[in-house]
């Protein structure tokens, strides 16, 4: 179990990095990241990195948790948040915390029932799991208000654009490795418009299911 001041020089860093929402800070500090992590990395838990998860797959630096998720937040708070890429659960119990409900996707079987179990293990009643091919999204409970990619695309799939609602954000990670651009788009009447909020490292997204 992580102690109080080392889950506080976390979330003062990911502020200091530019995290405002106080929303977002919150429920960073709140989630217990040491249980989405295997035995030999819970001991570095609140350390601002990506650590192994197995499977070649890695829990996200909360830094980049809580940038994607203040970026599809906005001004406001979506219903519906589709998560490509379930991992270990992280990102999906940060953003069960904030939105009503999130459908999440998951190509890797073991993966998907490992987070399955340990979010309704931690009481979370509002997450909707599917163990599929994220380039197809989750077209049968579309639209979304707001869709969360946790792997890197060498481009935005179609299939989520046409998933996400008029007015709704998407928050990708686009490029090959080691020169990866975290992209938010936002999907208007018109058509979308595109916002580049940094650089970012991350697994790529695969088809198939593994």
């Given amino acids: 179990m992580a102690s109080d001041a080392s889950r506080k020089r976390l979330i003062d860093e990911v502020r200091s990095w530019g995290v405002k929402d ?14 989405f992590m295997e035995d030999a990395f819970k001991s570095r838990a609140y350390e601002n990195s990506a650590l192994p998860i197995g499977q070649a797959q890695t829990i996200s630096q909360p830094y980049i948790v809580a940038l994607m998720t203040e970026a599809i937040l906005g001004d406001g708070v979506p219903r519906r948040v589709l998560e490509i890429g379930t991992g270990s659960g992280y990102q999906t119990a940060v953003l069960a915390e904030l939105v009503p409900a999130v459908f999440t996707v998951e190509r890797l079987r073991r993966l998907s029932e490992q987070a399955r179990q340990r979010l309704e293990t931690l009481g979370y009643d509002n997450v909707f799991f599917t163990y599929a091919d994220g380039l197809n999204g989750w077209a049968s409970h579309a639209p979304y208000d707001a869709i969360v990619v946790t792997a890197a695309a060498d481009a935005v799939p179609p299939a989520l654009v046409g998933q996400l609602a008029v007015g709704g954000r998407l928050v990708i990670p686009i490029g090959a490795p080691g020169v990866q651009a975290l992209r938010l788009i936002a999907k208007t009447a018109t058509g979308v418009t595109t916002r580049e909020l940094g650089d970012v490292s991350f697994v790529p997204l695969l088809s198939g299911r593994g």
């Fill in 22 to 35: 106080e929303r977002v800070l919150k429920v960073l500090a709140r989630v217990p990241r040491h249980e």
